[in-house]
């Protein structure tokens, strides 16, 4: 894991459920300073024991295939329904909505700009992408970050239908994510940075 | 400056084109911007050069009017941060540039403002004036008066704290920053403050009208109009929505979040205020433009500004002491029965009041209010304003807050729809002095283009199908219309081009907050999409693509 804390000094009004997990941060941060000071210098991936992450299907020399898609709770109907309040309380929802999109790209869709694979979807959110997602490295322990993707997966109906939710506790927007039809995963053609002259 | 005038009447006193010859009106030339958001500049004329302000990334062009065909003379990119596309809340829009002494100003999606050099393009100076990690954003227009640059933020959907502030235009210097919320010291408040109103007076209002230290992140941004009236001198603008949208969070009046205020412009000292939307329920930012009118009222002339707010009402103030002459509905409300003139606040519907956990239905207007951003015009040969507006109602509910600096703090889910009619869009013809509708266009979608009005009694808008559309300023009538490439959201211009002929230019391109379903390509089976406003357009990406492209018409 990547260090990063600068966090600025966030204030906030409500949501004690959010004052825990930046308490967790902060110690799960300590805590890998240690490690990053041992393991400086080594490639991220063998430090995380992580195949490479590809954002592309072009490889120079004999292709290596794709380990198969891994990442804890992808069949775990818990930890999704806890990637869904995470999504709420990480103000996920204020760019993406309920999936349909707004200030960040539609996350119920079958287009991915930089990949649906888990491991795709956790660098999204821990490293953020250049046109608008914010980093959330080193914001959110990386056991919640699993939950959330595993939780982005399910809006387009990646996930089995038993592990995605059923219900919304507000008004309803959207058909539930259970009810959501599987999106075959494509590669968004035009990302919004094309989109510039 | 995009709105013709300082008093911001969008009246063009050129005449060669009129009721009569406009159905002849041809396209003379057009520009690719090569951008595919949401295009709300107005092209700004300065001598023989036409000057085009881009969505994000903001890339200024200028267009050599001198020639035929309008060739590009150069291009100004600011390269703004990438990552202020995630700070925008209603897709990237610009709305348009200001000149003065050899410079062209303007602000940029990264909450810089920019002095670029007209005849050669080179920039003279580049300000941060905001921080996108705090969520602060520019998309509006500055107003040059006095030598000072007059720049506001937006990110009232990002727990920001509003602020106008004054740059020397020379040298983009700091001169003052006003507050929207915070102590009197902030905020400019002193000696000369005489607002009209007793619930407007008294010490730190800004302060103690907000729950703890909510006022540090209350939103009030000024990403609107401003006027400025050089006999008073005064300058006049609004402040936008109170953060965040849920209101149980933020119980107090706000203050002086959804007002307006009146300044002296070398100062910045507040000369009064007025608040449109106390407590703020419904996301209704009071920064629609403020168009100032010398007008018989009672028999006399009075110095007034007139307001039409994005709460469903028409306004018409004194401009001088901030008193509220009259306030009359131009659009279908359900929050509110009236506006109580003694007291100058709204007498609110308690019914439609959104709560956390409760799915309110029927308030109308809707969140971007009866009219959001897009500017009205004023003929003083027809005495009346023609206000390009929407025809939206919304279910809301209020959702836990949680501020993260640089991520949204609305907490509110919405689902807009039509309003009653099923139209979404209007444009009316007002009579400031009688206080009435004269005549209305209706149209499938909102009117999310301005106005502008020429002395032949031409009105000219465009719709988000993108039919550029000519009226008959006296009876509405519809005389002339032209396809452009895609939805117009834009402010039409009208300008005398070096070849002596009567040009009206406009630049298409969908976007926008009513937009944002197409130029985001967002998914319409969310209804919370876009702030809810998906919901209500789910057939706009039918009728239009994105794709910028800037049109001149002109007579043969």
Known sequence: MRLRFRRRA?????????????????????????????FRGIPRAASTGMPPVRQTELQPGPPVRNAPAYGPYQENAYGVSQGKTLYNQFNCSGCHFQGGGGIGPPLMDADWIYGSRPENVFESITEGRPNGMPSYGGKIVNDQVWQLVA????????????????????????????????????????????ELP | MPAKNFASTRYSSLDQITTDNVKQLQLAWSFSTGVLRGHEAAPLVVGSTMYVVTPYPNL?????????????????????????????????????????????????????????DSRSGKEVWKTKVGDINRGESITMAPLVVKGKVLVGNSGGEFGIRGWL??????????????????????VLIGPRFKPFYAQDRGKDLGVSTWPGDAWKIGGGGVWGWISYDPELDLIYYGTANPGP???????????????????????GEAIWTYQWSPHDLYDHDGVNELVLLDLPIDGQVRK????????????????????VLSADPYGFITTS????????????????????GKVVRGICPAAPGTKDWQPSSYSPRTKLLYVPHQNLCQDMEGTEANYIAGTPYVAAMVKMYAGPGGHRGELTAWDPVARKAVWKIKERFPVWSGTVVTAGDVVFYGTMEGWFKALDARTGKELWRFKTGSGIIGQPVVYRAPDGKQYVAVLSGVGGWAGAVV??????????????????????????????????????
């Open chain 1, 10 to 38: 966030d204030r906030r009004t409500g949501g004690l459920a959010l004052a825990l997990l930046l308490a967790a941060v902060a110690s799960a941060l300590s805590a890998c300073e240690r490690e990053e000071r041992n």
């Open chain 1, 151 to 194: 939780y982005v997966r399910s809006m387009s109906g990646l996930l089995r239908k038993d592990v995605a939710p059923g219900r919304s506790d507000d008004m309803q927007v959207r058909p539930q994510e259970q009810s959501t039809d599987k999106a075959k995963p494509v590669q968004s053609a035009i990302p919004k940075s094309a």
């Open chain 2, 60 to 116: 200024l062009y200028a267009l050599d009017l001198s020639r035929p065909g309008a060739p590009l003379k150069w291009t100004y990119d600011p390269s703004p941060v990438l990552a202020s596309q995630g700070v925008a809340c209603c897709d990237l829009v610009n709305r348009g540039a200001a000149y003065w002494n050899g410079k062209i100003y303007y602000n940029t999606l990264d909450a810089h403002t920019v002095a670029v």
């Open chain 2, 165 to 186: 502030t004054a740059l020397d235009g020379e040298s983009g210097k700091l001169a003052w920053r006003a507050y929207t919320t915070g102590p009197d010291k902030d």
């Open chain 2, 245 to 267: 949208w849920n209101p149980d969070v933020r119980p107090g009046d706000n203050k002086f979040t959804a007002a307006m205020f009146a300044r002296d412009p070398d100062t």
């Open chain 2, 304 to 323: 007034v500004l007139v307001r039409p707010e994005r709460n469903g009402y028409m306004y018409v103030l004194d401009r001088a002491t901030g008193e």
């Open chain 2, 337 to 356: 029965t009236g506006i109580d003139l003694k007291t100058g606040r709204p007498i609110a519907v308690p019914d439609k009041a959104p709560q956390t």
């Open chain 2, 519 to 556: 130029a985001g390509g967002l998914d319409i089976r969310d209804s919370s999409a876009a702030l809810g406003f998906v919901n209500a357009m789910k057939d706009l990406p039918q009728a239009t693509t994105k794709g910028g492209m800037l049109y001149a018409f002109a007579l043969p």
